[in-house]
């Protein structure tokens, strides 16, 4: 399944707004540094070209990975070899540290300007085709905020608007303002909670679902289940990946790599098999810092299930079996590991 040579990244429409991305994304905060050791700007350029001779062509970063924006750095050196037009880059704001390093949410209008000036200098573009508030501010109200969105998209410096980690009530009184595109939520088999309300939602008003943390964060790829894990991995703080938990959750993890071989596919490409077949359009952006896995996810593509299919793998990771807390992100462990101060934390 890890051959790629003959998968065809197909494009899908992201949301109902005119966004078309490759079915199958990539998320550049590890590359950076986000769970594990940060690459060098040489290799972290040459796994994003490599990923997009193969067919992947959405890449998402934001301004608060990597220590001083490090990743949109990198991001935009690659962007220099990629030919610009055939990219969907997106990119986020409203998260910032204070010099003592503790988390500001961020919305107003002045910042929301300022962060999408300073993310175009950094990956040296004239226009962000993604821009998502990371985290919402919950002092400012979210009408005044997408109305500073609606004025960049209007002067070219954006052309769509996204949200991440928003409730249904923001995303409807977003949607009111300007057209969302796309919504990006943690999703994936061990994280459904948005399958209750966010994907109905979404659905009804035509906005587009983006997957992170679509492996479980590395959970479905056998990390801490069949590996170890690295010990300055962020993951080794993280509730589901520790005691009890951990061990509650490898049964878990044996079951589904038993369906992963009747499927004749590994669990990483049966998780990310399962994201693409779901009714509602979803694009998983799973990141990584090899090729071998790069291919691997590509290879997910390959991977054809049947509606019996997709129940079986959903009742094989049952929602509320799966043990230990979801981090609503894992900003905590970068600070941590870039800063060493555990006081960070979203």
Avoid at 92 to 114: A, Q
Avoid at 158 to 163: Q, S
Wanted: charged residues 25%.
């Amino acid at each position: 399944m890890e051959q790629t040579s003959n998968i065809q990244v197909q494009k899908v429409k992201l949301g109902n707004q005119g966004l078309e991305v490759s079915r199958l994304g990539f998320g550049c905060a590890g590359l950076s540094g986000m769970l594990n050791t940060p690459l060098s700007h040489e290799d972290g350029c040459s796994i994003i070209k490599e990923a997009f001779s193969k067919g992947v062509t959405f890449f998402d970063t934001s301004d608060v990975y990597g220590y001083k924006h490090d990743n949109e750095i990198m991001i935009g050196k690659a962007l220099k070899q990629l030919p610009r037009e055939k990219v969907q880059l997106a990119t986020k704001f409203g998260v910032r540290f204070t010099p003592d390093m503790k988390v500001i949410i961020s919305g107003t209008p002045e910042y929301v300007r300022e962060c999408c000036e300073s993310s175009l200098k950094r990956l040296g573009v004239d226009y962000i085709d993604l821009y998502y508030q990371h985290r919402v501010d919950t002092s400012v109200p979210i009408e005044d905020t997408i109305g500073e969105l609606k004025k960049l998209v209007e002067e070219g410096k954006i052309k769509y608007i996204g949200l991440s980690e928003a409730s249904v009530d923001t995303v409807r009184r977003a949607h009111a303002i300007h057209p969302i595109t796309a919504v990006q939520m943690e999703y994936s088999l061990w994280t459904r909670e948005i399958e209750d309300d966010i994907i109905p939602l979404c659905r009804e008003l035509g906005i587009g679902i983006v997957s992170y943390g679509p492996l479980g964060h590395g959970f479905f790829g056998g990390k801490a289940a069949v590996e170890s894990l690295p010990k300055n991995s962020a993951m080794n703080r993280h509730p589901r990946f520790i005691g009890d938990n951990l061990e509650k959750n490898k049964l878990l993890y044996n079951r589904f790599a038993d369906l992963a071989a009747k499927h004749s596919c590994t669990p990483p490409q049966l998780a990310l098999a399962w994201l693409h077949h779901q009714e509602d359009r979803v694009v998983p952006i799973p990141g990584t810092t090899k090729t071998k896995n790069l291919d691997a996810n590509i290879g997910s593509l390959r991977v054809k299930l049947s509606r019996e299919d997709v129940k079986e793998i959903s009742n094989a990771i049952p929602p509320d079996e799966v043990t230990g807390e979801r981090e609503m992100s894992i900003l905590s462990g970068y600070c941590y590991k870039v800063v060493n101060t555990p006081k960070c934390n979203l």
